[in-house]
């Protein structure tokens, strides 16, 4: 290939987060090759809740939560479980977020998480505004309902954990203050929080191919291929696909759950592992839903996706080869039946995505420590979606080698 071609930036992984960092990219004038197997939205990005959940600073793993893991672990079908077929190779990870709930890394971990989501907010809105992208949005809120005072009460110390930082919200302490903002939910939910600017886009895959269009008019070029290795050299970075080698001047990986296959290529050893999340989506919407509800207490959300309504939710850790175990997406859509009375169950579509995890809730966003022409932007978990018009704005202030908007220290992927 000729020297123009090594000018060539290639974006590794169309999902969210992968094709916001090339249209970020190519809006400031790069020649940029976006790689995936599948396509765009192939993966996770295409069948999450929808939700920009900027509110979301609390990391999974928060100091005592080690005291009821086990209960929840060996639950196949609680909120957070443990595949057994899978436990022996999910020791290391389980190490590093034991190591992250220490009272030091926690608090570090949601400042940081706090300096992301505020970036992201604002990066959000400036890419709504840059690609017209309004009418794929919904600026509905969110509310977190809870079962009687005690379940709120404990929940008390994330709302102040939030106020701490910044972010607006209303608690409610009587159901008829939960009608006023959902009405017809079940009558055992009595407290909850409000977050009136928390925001939805109307379908996770239009908006991440709304985003494609908008890069491919830009110039920018998509390809089908499966990346097999990065190697970079003196000259650039080459990378082996499917459809042949490439080279770049500078490579971002941006893979998702598979993320941490291709950082190995290249030396780096990363503890990325899958929160696997199931949903069932409804065509039709048979409950009218006015808001974003989380059920906090079960681990599940339900949301407007297009004219109907998303089931989803729950963490398996269970890698990415295991069989789906559907059973956790029909309870899910029957605890619904009981929550939204006339809510309709039949004629849903089920579905499992890999949410990219790392041990501390937080994404790994910097330069390899083998290559300072390979950007890492991969490890979201379930905030992907939230933090992706953020992540973008850091991947191409890397690229172009100025500094980022916010300190990148907590984000890198030395700090394992």
């Known amino acids: 290939m000729g020297q123009s071609e090594n000018t060539e930036i290639l974006v590794i992984g169309a999902g969210i987060v992968g094709v916001a960092a090339a249209l970020a990219l ?23 809740a929808g939700a920009f959940a900027f509110a979301e600073v609390e990391p999974l793993a928060t100091p005592g939560i080690m005291r009821k893991a086990p209960k929840w672990l060996l639950d196949p079908l609680g909120p957070l479980s443990l595949r057994p077929a899978y436990a022996l190779q999910i020791l290391p ?13 926690y608090e570090a971990a949601v400042a940081a998480q706090s300096a992301m989501m505020q970036l992201s907010s604002q990066a959000l809105e400036r890419l709504i505004g840059r690609v ?30 939030r106020r701490r930082h910044g972010i607006e919200f209303r608690l409610l302490e009587s159901a008829g203050a939960l009608a006023e903002i959902q009405p017809g939910l079940s009558p055992r939910f009595t407290h909850g929080g409000y977050t009136p600017t928390w925001m939805n886009t109307v379908d ?73 999340g199931y949903n069932t989506t409804f065509p039709t919407a048979s409950f009218d839903l006015r808001t974003h509800l989380t059920f906090s207490n079960h681990g599940f959300v339900v949301s407007k996706i297009g004219e109907g309504l998303r089931v989803g939710g729950a963490v398996e850790l269970g890698g990415l080869n295991l069989p789906p175990n559907y ?17 309709d169950p039949t004629g849903g579509t089920q579905w499992m995505g890999f949410r990219p995890s790392l041990p501390d809730s937080l994404p790994v966003i910097g330069r390899s420590p083998k290559s300072d022409r390979v950007v890492y932007a991969f490890g979201h978990g379930h905030l992907g979606l939230t933090q ?17 908007a916010i300190s990148l220290a907590p984000f890198a992927a030395e700090r394992f």
């Open 388 to 404: 992706s018009a953020g992540t973008a704005e850091l991947v191409a202030a890397l690229v172009a080698r100025r500094a980022p």
């Open 204 to 276: 996770p895959a239009l908006w991440t191919e709304h985003l494609a269009r908008a890069f491919t008019e830009a110039g920018g070029v998509i390809e089908t291929a499966e990346v097999q290795s990065v190697t970079p050299g003196a000259a650039g970075v080459e990378v082996a696909t499917s459809a042949g080698v490439r080279r770049a001047a500078q490579v971002v990986i941006a893979a998702g759950a598979w993320s941490h296959r291709l950082a190995r290529t290249l030396g780096d050893r990363i503890p990325l592992d899958t929160e696997r």
């Open 26 to 48: 190519v809006g400031e004038g790069h020649k940029v090759r976006l790689l995936d197997r599948k396509g765009v939205a192939a993966e996770t990005s295409r069948g999450n």
């Open 93 to 105: 990870w389980m190490l590093h977020f034991w190591r992250a709930t220490s009272k030091s890394r």
């Open 327 to 343: 059973r956790r997406a029909e309870l899910l859509v029957r605890k619904t039946v009981e929550f939204l009375p006339g809510f």
């Open 132 to 161: 017209s992208g309004e009418p794929l949005m919904r600026r509905e809120g969110q509310m977190q309902v809870y079962e009687g005072r005690a379940q709120f009460e404990a929940s008390l110390p994330a709302w102040e954990q």
